[in-house]
C-alpha cells in the first residue's frame, strides 16, 4: 500500500519535472558546403596536377581548409547543445554548473532576409569557474569551428551560442533552458 501511494505522488510531481534535451547542427546547411569545398578541392588539384601549375595544385589547400574549418556542421550524434538536472553542456566548453548561470536572453539580428538568433548565458562568475566538468576534445579538433563564443563585459560574464544553425526553435530551446533554471 505504501508503495501505491508513492508512485501517486512522485507521478504528478514527474510530470512537472524539467525533461533533458540536447540539439546539434542542422547537417543539412552544413552538407552541401563542407561536402561542395571537398568536390572543388579535388577539382583544383586534380586541373593544377594535370596543367602542371604547381601554385593551383596548392591553392586547392584554401577550400579543403574551408571543409575542415566546417566539418563540425556535418557530424551527427553529437550534441552541441544539452541541458539535464547536472548542467547546461556547451559542446567544446564543458558542464556549466546551473548556479553558475545569472539568466537566458535571446538575441534576434536580421542579415537581408535571414535571421540570425543568439542565446546569451549570463553568468554570476567567471566562466573557467563557472565550468564544472570541462570537455575533452582531441587536439585536431579544437581548430574547428564552434558555435559559440565568451564575452568578457566588465564585470558581465557571458557565453553567446548561435542558435540558427542548431536543429530545434530557438523559443523552444530558451523555453526548455528557463525551465530548468526555475527548478
Not at 558546403?33 to 593551383?56: E, R
Request: hydrophobic share 45%; aromatic share 10%.
Amino acid at each position: 500500500m505504501a508503495a501505491n501511494s508513492e508512485k501517486e505522488i512522485s507521478d504528478p510531481v514527474a510530470e512537472f519535472a524539467p525533461a533533458s534535451f540536447a540539439v546539434g547542427f542542422d547537417w543539412k546547411q552544413g552538407e552541401s558546403f563542407v561536402y561542395g569545398c571537398v568536390v572543388f578541392t579535388i577539382l583544383v588539384a586534380v586541373v593544377g596536377v594535370a596543367a602542371q601549375v604547381p601554385y593551383l595544385a596548392l591553392g586547392s589547400l584554401v577550400p579543403l581548409t574551408i571543409a575542415y574549418w566546417h566539418y563540425p556542421m556535418i557530424e551527427k550524434g553529437l550534441p552541441q547543445l544539452a541541458a539535464d538536472r547536472s548542467g547546461l553542456f556547451v559542446e567544446r566548453l564543458g558542464l556549466i554548473d546551473w548556479a553558475a548561470i545569472q539568466g537566458f536572453d535571446l538575441r534576434k539580428t536580421s542579415v537581408r532576409n535571414i535571421i540570425l538568433v543568439k542565446l546569451e548565458i549570463g553568468l554570476n562568475r567567471p566562466v573557467d569557474q563557472a565550468v564544472i566538468r570541462p570537455h575533452q576534445v582531441p587536439f585536431w579538433k579544437k581548430v574547428m569551428m564552434r558555435n559559440w563564443k565568451i564575452n568578457h563585459g566588465g564585470d558581465k560574464n557571458c557565453v553567446t551560442v548561435e542558435l540558427h544553425p542548431l536543429v530545434g526553435s530557438p523559443e523552444e530551446i530558451l523555453s526548455r533552458l528557463q525551465t530548468f533554471r526555475s527548478n
